[in-house]
């Protein structure tokens, strides 16, 4: 196989060959010659399942649906065979200490490290904006979070970066600190200095755990923000399924190369909260795409993605009454998330408007924007035709509707937290109509998917501003008391 040399970017010249996967070599030679099997998936390659479905994925990926332990792939716990190959691959890449496969999504690996790591009553800093799964993880460790407000976009409704100086006064009051988890990119790409962060609690000897479920992409060019394991994270998590062009639910939960995390504990955790039968094929696209991303085919995509990205931002910025997050601002974003807005609509409005009538999904819509992602994977046709679409709305009468702008999004609002996630999911609880919630102690979590960002805590006092962000709900659950 040709070898070929990719340079990443913690300046370590790794040479690779172009596109080796190893576990999904061994699928390939196993769907070629496959064994006679007595185990699970009762399928049995695709002989028992119904015909549609079979038509739907394809007789192929039935022959590959296994798990690990057969067909000699490998094990996932403990890492031994081509898995452990392919994982091992994957830290060389990412320039890890260690790095774990994950069949769950990001949602296991921020669990698994919360599990690992962080013991009950033990105090942490969480960035207001993070990820449901963190959330989760605060209740299952019983950990008290001090939450650590981004700076505010109030211009464009959502959470912008974290100022570091804001960590460094929490640091600097509370000497019992034991974590310091952020969130990098924000889900629309805004983009944090992890670089000070890292010194900031390399200063106060607190490890830092770096939520990067959206900037798999980044270790891979030099014109995307720098990963925070280059920069002394001692734990990133990264969802591969998210950009990376790995199979819907495939992550990688990565130990920094200079990490002071006990990763047996965090082996230890995964062991127990992840599937004891995982997709193989999920597997085998993390490979792949580690392989892919580390090629120069993968350079190449990467590259796409962003030309495609710039050339759509500019154009779409010089459009009357359309404006591009991170143009013409000094917002630091990563290129290729692209949240953008139109005079008069609100988010959700455009959403519906470009998929009724130009057959266009997007990432996602909030009260003021949309989220749009140039994916390894996007062409420039594509982007030409999103462009188009984008200029005739903003220059046709696209009046909003009344409905749709009652649907809110995040507050930004600085929570009133009075007990713990863990004491508060656990405590007697009562469901109430949400306008009888004013003033209780919110006993859920409640978060819009995406981005999964809490709009309310367990434990955090019900304000009358929180009340249009529920439009889902007619009922919410809080302490009786
Ligand atoms: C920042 C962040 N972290 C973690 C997750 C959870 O990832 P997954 O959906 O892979 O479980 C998400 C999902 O959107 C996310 O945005």
Redesign the pocket.
């Known amino acids: 196989m040709e070898k070929i040399s990719v340079s990443f970017k913690n300046n370590t010249e790794i040479k690779t060959d172009n596109a080796y996967a190893p576990l999904v070599q061994r699928l390939l030679e196993y769907k070629k010659s496959p064994c006679t099997g007595f185990h699970i998936p009762g399928h049995n390659r695709g002989n028992a399942i119904l015909n549609s479905f079979r038509e739907v994925i394809g007789h192929d990926a039935l022959l590959v649906d296994t798990t690990d332990e057969f067909d000699n792939l490998g094990t996932l716990h403990p890492a031994s065979g081509a898995i452990k190959e392919a994982m091992d691959l994957a830290a060389a890449c990412y320039n890890s200490r260690r790095t774990f496969f994950i069949t769950s ?3 296991i690996s ?1 669990l698994a490290l919360a599990f690992g790591v962080i013991s009950p009553d033990d105090e942490i800093i969480v960035a207001r904006n993070s ?1 449901r ?1 963190v959330l989760t993880g605060t209740i299952l460790t019983g950990s008290k979070p001090s939450w650590l407000m981004p700076k505010k976009l109030n211009d464009w409704a959502i959470y912008g970066s974290i100022c570091p100086d804001d960590l460094e006064d929490k640091l600097k009051n509370n000497k019992k600190v034991k974590f310091v988890w952020v ?1 990098n990119p924000t ?1 629309e790409g805004v983009v944090s200095d992890i670089k000070t962060i890292s010194a900031i609690c390399r200063k106060y000897n607190v490890p830092l755990i770096v ?1 990067e ?2 900037g798999s992409l980044w270790n891979f060019h030099d014109e995307l923000p720098e990963t925070a394991l280059n920069l002394g994270a001692d734990a990133v ?1 990264h ?1 591969l ?2 950009t990376g062009g790995a199979m819907t ?1 495939a ?1 990688m939960l990565h130990i920094g190369k200079n990490s002071c995390l006990d990763e047996a504990k965090i082996e230890h955790a995964l062991k127990l909260l992840h599937t004891t039968s995982p997709s193989v094929l999920l597997l085998a696209s993390l490979d792949a795409a580690r392989a892919n991303l580390s090629s120069s085919q993968g350079y190449n995509l990467i590259q796409n993605a962003i030309e495609n990205a710039r050339f759509f931002r500019k154009r779409a910025s010089m459009i009357e009454g359309v404006s591009v997050l991170g143009e013409n601002s000094n917002i630091k974003t990563d290129v290729t998330k692209i949240f953008l807005k139109i005079k008069g609509l609100t988010g959700k409005r455009l959403e519906s408007v470009l998929e009724l009538d130009f057959n266009i999904e997007i990432e996602s819509a909030s009260d003021e924007g949309i989220l749009i992602l140039s994916n390894i994977g996007n062409t420039r046709a594509e982007f030409e035709y999103l462009l188009a679409a984008i200029s005739k709305i903003a220059k046709d009468d696209y009046p909003d509707l009344s409905h749709l702008e009652n649907v809110k999004f995040m507050p930004l609002t600085e929570p009133d937290v009075v007990m713990s996630p863990r004491e508060a999911y656990f405590s007697n609880k009562i469901r109430v109509k949400k306008e009888d919630a004013i003033g209780k102690i919110s006993a859920e979590v409640i978060a819009l998917c ?3 960002i809490s709009v309310l805590l367990p434990g955090e006092i019900i304000k009358a501003d929180h009340i249009p962000y529920l439009s889902d709900y007619s009922e919410i659950e809080v302490i009786n008391n």
Do not use: E, F, L, W
């Open positions: 999504g990001s949602t921020n990820h799964s969130t889900y939520d479920a959206h998590v969802s399924h998210k639910q992550s995406p981005p999964g």
